[in-house]
């Protein structure tokens, strides 16, 4: 479902209190919450939607590369694009284990759930940054996000939402999971496949 009514679902994986899960449903207030691990967020969404969701966006990296720190083209193409330093988009080996795992069981128990659900990956901080130059008052209004927001885990969760709102409606082209090198996983093949990595500038 992808019309009015459709609920998107945003996830900022994290440990303890720190794994952000936000669900936006056109029409309706967002609804948020900080919760321990996957397991929770899924029941989260379970407790608080009656329908399956549109799309899920994730903000981890949810294909990995086997090459030097684990770093993807669409990692680095960001940096470029953006003059982002390796501290904002980092390269797999440097992440905590928190949003690796996490992330990765996130989609798994989603898809034992909703089997068919369209999964982007995002990158919330980054697209702060490209779009408003971290101004979230001026992206909540951009994309029409009318809520309070306890932390940046549910900003962040929130925006993966609006990623995968904006993705799957066809309104963001740009999909970075389709150019890789040879030593990153295929998106399309691999154990958590499908999953997209959608971004709104070519």
């Not at 207030?29 to 996957?38: E, G, I, K």
């Not at 684990?70 to 501290?87: E, F, I, K, N, T």
């Not at 306890?150 to 963001?172: C, M, P, S, T, Y």
Request: charged letters at 20%; a neutral charge; hydrophobic letters at 45%.
């Amino acid at each position: 479902m992808t019309g009015a009514g459709a609920s998107w679902v945003g996830a900022d994986p994290g440990g303890a209190s720190n794994f952000g899960i936000a669900i936006l449903t056109d029409g309706a207030p967002s609804l948020t919450s900080c919760v321990d691990c996957a397991d929770e967020a899924v029941a989260f969404i379970r407790t608080n939607l009656s329908a399956v969701p549109a799309g899920i966006g994730v903000d981890a990296p949810l294909w990995w590369s086997s090459g030097r720190s684990g770093d993807r083209s669409a990692d680095q193409w960001l940096r470029r694009r953006y003059r982002l330093s390796g501290g904002e988009v980092q390269a797999a080996n440097s992440l905590r284990g928190a949003a690796l795992i996490q992330g990765a069981m996130f989609v798994q128990r989603i898809r034992e759930l909703y089997p068919a659900v369209p999964v982007t990956e995002s990158h919330p901080k980054a697209l702060l940054k490209a779009l408003t130059q971290g101004d979230w008052i001026a992206l909540a209004g951009r994309f029409g996000l009318h809520c309070d927001i306890a932390n940046d885990h549910v900003r962040d969760a929130l925006i993966a939402a609006v990623a995968a709102r904006e993705g799957f409606q066809g309104k963001w082209l740009h999909d970075l999971s389709i150019d890789r090198r040879p030593c990153e996983q295929d998106p399309r093949r691999y154990w958590l496949a499908p999953v997209h990595y959608f971004w709104p500038e070519a």
